[in-house]
């Protein structure tokens, strides 16, 4: 005996009801079809939120690592001081901090010229990449050119270049930053610290292991520094990332609520079909019960064939959503294989359990009315 | 010998729109193991009604149903339902066998939710009774109609009852197949001990039974 007959035999409401799926096969496909359709919505589209949300992560980089203290210009506090500096350095037990003073100063290499921000900073090394050149662990005397003032000026690492009347070596030229910076390095050039005049600093910058060691930070920094009066803002670009992602939440529930719309409609048609065979199947149903079949069983019977709908369904739009979610992965990522992630997997549980539960929850109406006909009812001709 | 099922003083009543019409006028009826007992009478004297009264499917609106010598008038449905698949045996004039399931699981479908692991066996033993040994696969479609109500007699049998009803059993068969119809009957009854009471026109019926009840306008004659 077959493991599909020992089935059979120890659940005989599931025989029945795959007996009667059978009867009108186009009828029973156009159901199946509706779930299909159904669950294939619900998980691609909340497959499409996943890939999405990727996409938008890898735009932004690892912003959430850094955070940028800057004078509380509505206290009347003008630039950070050493003092300050230091209490930041002590509250932040993990991560680099970077003092930086800024000016917007000439730049110029012979006869180009061009108007660039210039960042004055001890250890560039600690947010800052070099594309060409290297950069130094201590900034003394060189400068780093930005990847867009490097373009403009046509300046490589070797080159000489002129900021405000002072000649600098190049040593590095940076390397372009995709995302979000605070201290964004394109357009700029970095010069040793005491080069840029002034004795305070306009912000520092800490650049942290983590998302969770930056907030531990900005949270340490804050009671350090604010304690007495606001005297620093603390800016942290997780605040920002926590936004996207809490976007990217939202717009997922939308796109999986539109998707479950089309799963009503295919409970709907189940409940539809239902009806009009257990209709059809009156007098069947009611030999079935004087033979004594109770109304119990009646009601199971049918919601098998429901339940049965369902999973075939569901089973067939999952395959079919994976797929889907290949493809948009391709496209947009570039990387199909993003899709055999966790959260996808949630989301194609979810559709095909959705699918099920629509399906048997449509069997319901249908089970129950062809159960409670007496069968006396259903066996006059 | 004690009655296998019994009527005493049953009514039915039915109301169509505010007009009473009784089917059924005062019946005394009953039936001993072995007996077989035809009902006959015009259409609309309501046999059918009596036949389902008999076989628990419906209720009498006043009187009693006694089977096997128990109260079974006012059961729940449950109950008549158990009772129907433990005493009572159903046969119809147009079979009604589930055209997806093939002789074999047609004859098991009494048994089919409840564990009865010996119902295959016994299935395939009654078709062999019944000549159908080598049709034991095929569906109703493919079995002419003979064959069907052959195959509706196995599975009023599967349950091994103590009385079958038949409403109209050779109705739709021709003279010849009818009788080998009412041949089994008169077999089974006479090597189960099983009461046969049969509602019919067919008036070959009165050569095979033991004795013939009129109904005519819900009396018994």
Known sequence: MSPLDDLFRRVPALLMARRNLSRNRIRTSLAVLGIIIGVLAIA??????????????????????????????????????????????????????????????????????????????????AIYEAE????????????????????????????????????????????QQQGLSLVNPNNAVVVPLDDVNGTGYSQVVVNAESGQAANESAVAIRESLNDREERVSVFELQTITSGINQFFGILNTFLIGIGS????????????????????????????????????????????????????????????????????????????????????????????????????????????????????????? | MSNIIELRDVWKRYDT???????????????????????????????????????????????????????????????????????????????????????????????????DPTARDRATELLERVGLGDRLDHRPDQLSGGQKQRVAIARALINEPQILLADEPTGNLDQETGRSVLDLFDEIRREDDVAVIAVTHDPQLSNYTDRTVELIDGRIQ
Not at chain 1, 91 to 96: L, N, R, Y
Not at chain 1, 133 to 138: A, E, F, N
Not at chain 1, 282 to 303: S, T
Not at chain 1, 318 to 345: E, I, K, R, W, Y
């Open chain 1, 261 to 381: 719309i089309s799963l009503v409609v295919a409970g709907v048609s189940i409940l539809n079909v239902m009806l009009m065979s257990t209709i059809e199947r009156r007098q069947e149903i009611g030999v079935l019960r004087a033979v004594g079949v109770q109304r119990g069983d009646v009601v199971r019977m049918i919601l098998a064939e429901a339940g049965l709908l369902g999973v075939t369904g569901g089973l067939i739009g999952a395959v079919l959503a994976v797929g889907a979610g290949v493809v948009l992965n391709a496209v947009v990522l570039n990387d199909p294989l993003s899709t055999f992630q966790a959260a996808n997997f949630v989301y194609i549980f979810l559709a095909v359990v959705f699918g099920v539960g629509t399906s048997v929850l449509s069997g319901l109406y249908p089970a129950w009315k062809a159960a409670n006909e007496r069968p006396v009812e259903a066996l006059r001709k």
């Open chain 1, 44 to 125: 691609s589209l909340g497959m499409f939120g996943t890939t999405l949300r990727a996409g938008a992560t890898q735009q932004l980089g690892d912003i959430g690592n850094e955070i940028s203290i800057s004078p509380n210009l509505q206290e009347g506090v003008e630039e950070l001081t050493d003092r300050d500096v230091d209490q930041i350095r002590r509250a932040v037990t993990d991560g680099s901090v970077v003092p930086v003073r800024s000016e917007t100063l000439r730049v110029g290499r012979g006869d180009r010229q061009t108007v660039a921000t210039v960042y004055g900073m001890e250890n560039p090394g």
């Open chain 1, 132 to 175: 060409d050149g290297r950069v130094p662990d201590r900034l003394r005397k060189d400068a780093l050119v930005g990847s867009g003032t490097a373009t403009l000026l046509d300046v490589e690492p070797g080159n000489t270049i002129s900021v405000d009347g002072r000649t600098y070596r190049v040593s590095a030229v940076l390397a």
């Open chain 2, 17 to 115: 729109g505010g007009e009473v019409v009784e089917a059924l006028k005062d019946v005394h009826f009953h039936a001993e193991p072995g007996e077989f007992v035809s009902v006959m009478g015009p259409s609309g004297s309501g046999k059918s009604t009596m036949l389902n009264v008999l076989g628990l499917l419906d209720t009498p609106s006043e009187g009693t149903v006694l089977l096997d010598g128990q109260d079974v008038t006012d059961l729940s449905d449950r109950e008549m339902t158990t009772q129907r698949k433990r005493f009572i045996g159903f046969i119809f004039q147009s079979f009604h066998l589930i055209p997806t399931l093939s002789a074999l699981e047609n004859v098991e479908v009494p048994t089919l939710f409840g564990d």
